[in-house]
């Protein structure tokens, strides 16, 4: 499949820190795209750039940010607006602020349509109606009529994307879209997004801090870790075959079906993503590496491990922890 | 079946505002007596400076200023509730009669004082907040500090010597042609502007930083629709309350620009009577400004609820 959405050295600073550094991932029709890594990594900032919301303090550059052929950077802020919630759609992390309180699901819901399609409001409400039941929500009718603040969370969020879908996007990027929910609500959203993005062919762009969800969801993985994509490649060869020092301690942190023996404890990784002031070089990770050697203050490099596996650390990919010290 | 359940519960809301309201008007009654009634000898003032005692006797016998306070009370409350607010000491007519005859210049002023400030504050508000920080935005709040500072009466006194007297554009007093009601309404609006616009631009900024503003973004929204329709309808509750607020204040306010400008209104009877002695008059209008005052708080009250789903349960 021809990639949809490609995204090459993305960089993103605020005035006192760096908050990508050379993000390049490439998104390709109908496929599910994880990006993971621990919070403050950069994966939602990154996601943001990609649609043009970043907060007004952050500097975006890149060498580009491509969907189909049209460069995203090189579009105005009108020509952004009319592509995104047409073309590339997002929802949010937390359902309960990111509906407006003022408002009712319809008029949330139709306004997309009418928008980007000049539907009527009739028009657009019916297509509301319908896709609020393909997201399993039972008497629609009623739902568009209601405020924010009668739904529960999970009824939000798939509220939420279902707006998204309103204009049949190509891709839909999902900033966690499940870490504000109930553990069982989760699931059963995770289920719907595959669902619905597999029968409706979306490239899909999953930001999530869990292993546990890319297995679930996932044809391709990119782990971030402080600004940078350490790891990237098929979900099933990363997690068979983890090959950065930090891929593996995320896998050690979950249980994986097939690879966890019962009764061995889970792992974690000592300390925290530290802070990437301007001029940082070398790997981010090496503070927390039980690896680390000197010249890992030096730039680092991408290196193959593999078809479309690519890993950036100096290590060769069958890399083992020396046991004895 | 949703217009019922809305309705129901919207006028659930309603009654309890009003019964609230009422409560509030009584205490008011309470206090405008007290106050009047507190501020001296009421006969003598009546009788004044020049009365002798018996004179004063006479007068404190015919109003029934004798009686015991609560008697007093009682007596003015139960005709005030039947519309009869007294008859004035200085035109010998009905009070009501006068406030009804000076009320409709009050109000048209009053309005016209809140259009030209809804019309100058809201978008200087709005802009600022869509600048936050710019050049812009401070040339705007400089603008609302400068209009705290000025005093109404001044500002009018100004207006009357430039547009009255040297350019000779508006009327310098009195409301014989609407033109008349441009200078006091201005001075109206004017000391309102400031905390309108301080207003919106914190509400606006509050709002336009907001999730749902985001999420209206990522749906490609225009900013006509973002700004208009996401973030002012989130930012215009307080306005709303501020802006009954300030109707109260130009209303009360009226008191002085009327008197600055002539305007046969209920503020130019006010400051009348209060320089007369004319109490029964001055009773009556500090007690009709308190119902105006609660009737604008009901409404702002009202128009949260059409405003925010969430205040109507």
């Known amino acids: 499949m021809a990639p949809v959405l490609s995204i090459a050295n993305l960089r993103v600073s605020f005035p006192r820190m760096e908050a990508v550094r050379g993000v390049s991932l490439t998104l390709r029709g109908g496929e599910t795209h994880c990006l993971v890594g621990e919070s403050g990594c950069g994966k939602s900032i990154s996601a943001l750039s990609v649609m043009n919301l970043l907060p007004r303090s952050a500097v975006r550059s890149a060498d580009h940010i491509r969907f189909h052929e049209h460069d995203l950077l090189a579009m105005s802020e009108r020509q952004m607006a009319w592509l995104r919630g047409d073309k590339i759609a997002m929802i949010f992390q937390e359902p309960m602020t990111s509906l407006n309180p003022a408002y009712t699901i319809g008029s949330q819901m139709a306004e997309v349509l009418e928008r980007h399609r000049r539907a009527s409001r009739r028009q657009a409400l019916d297509r509301a109606a319908e896709l609020l039941a393909r997201v399993g929500i039972t008497a629609p009718g009623m739902r568009l009529a209601q405020y924010p603040h009668q739904l529960s969370g999970g009824l939000r969020q798939r509220m939420m994307i279902a707006t998204a879908l309103m204009c049949d996007p190509e891709v839909l990027i999902a900033d966690e879209p499940t870490t504000a929910l109930d553990v069982t609500v989760q699931s059963q959203v995770l289920r719907l997004l595959r669902k619905l993005q597999q029968e409706m062919g979306l490239a899909l762009l999953l930001i999530t801090h869990d292993f546990g969800i890319v297995a679930r969801m996932a044809e391709h993985v990119s782990v971030m870790y402080a600004g940078e994509v350490v790891e990237s490649g098929p979900v099933e060869q990363i997690i068979k075959a983890p090959t950065h020092p930090y891929t593996r301690g995320l896998l050690n942190c979950i249980p994986v079906p097939g690879m966890t023996k019962p009764g061995e404890p889970l792992g974690s990784i000592p300390g925290g993503v530290p802070h990437i002031g301007r001029g940082f070089l070398g790997c981010g990770f090496r503070e927390r590496c039980p690896m680390a050697a000197r010249e890992c203050a030096e730039p680092v490099h991408l290196h193959d491990a593999g078809e479309d596996h690519f890993y950036r650390c100096r290590l060769p990919p069958d890399w083992k922890l020396d046991a004895s010290p | 079946m949703h217009l019922v359940f809305y309705l129901s519960t919207m006028l659930s809301f309603i009654f309890r505002r009003l019964w609230l309201s009422a409560l509030v008007c009584l205490t008011v009654l309470v206090i405008s007596f007290m106050l009047t009634h507190l501020s001296g000898d009421l006969a003598a003032s009546i009788a004044g400076p020049n009365a002798t005692a018996a004179d004063i006797a006479i007068i404190t016998k015919n109003y029934g200023l004798d009686r015991p306070l609560v008697v007093q009370f009682f007596d003015w409350a139960g005709h005030v509730a039947e519309g009869d607010l007294g008859r004035s000491y200085l035109f010998h007519v009905p009070v009501s009669g006068l406030i009804r005859e000076r009320l409709p210049v009050t109000l048209a002023l009053g309005l016209t004082g809140l259009i030209i400030a809804m019309l100058i504050a809201l978008p200087l508000g709005i802009i600022a907040a869509m600048r936050e920080g710019s050049a812009i935005d401070r040339g705007i709040m400089l603008i609302a500090l400068l209009g705290q500072a000025v005093p109404g009466f001044w500002l009018g006194l ?140 009901l409404l702002a009250d009202m128009m949260n609820a059409l405003l925010d789903p969430r205040l109507r349960i």
């Open chain 2, 158 to 297: 100004l207006l009357i010597v430039l547009f009255g007297l040297n350019l000779q554009w508006l009327p310098i007093s009195g409301i014989d042609t609407w033109k008349g009601y441009i200078m006091p309404g201005f001075v109206l609006a004017f000391s309102a502007i400031p905390a309108l616009m301080r207003l919106t631009r914190s509400g606006m900024i509050e709002a336009l930083c907001a999730d749902y503003i985001r999420t209206a973004r990522a749906k490609g929204l225009s900013t006509t629709t973002i700004v208009l329709k996401h973030a002012l309808r989130n930012a215009a509750m307080p306005v709303v309350s501020i802006t009954a607020v300030q109707l109260g204040f130009m209303l009360g306010g009226s008191v002085v620009t009327e008197s600055v400008f002539a305007v046969p209104g209920v503020g130019y009877l006010a400051w009348e009577s209060i320089t007369k002695n004319d109490f029964p008059v001055v009773q009556a209008v500090v007690l009709f400004l308190a119902v105006i005052y609660i009737a604008l708080a």
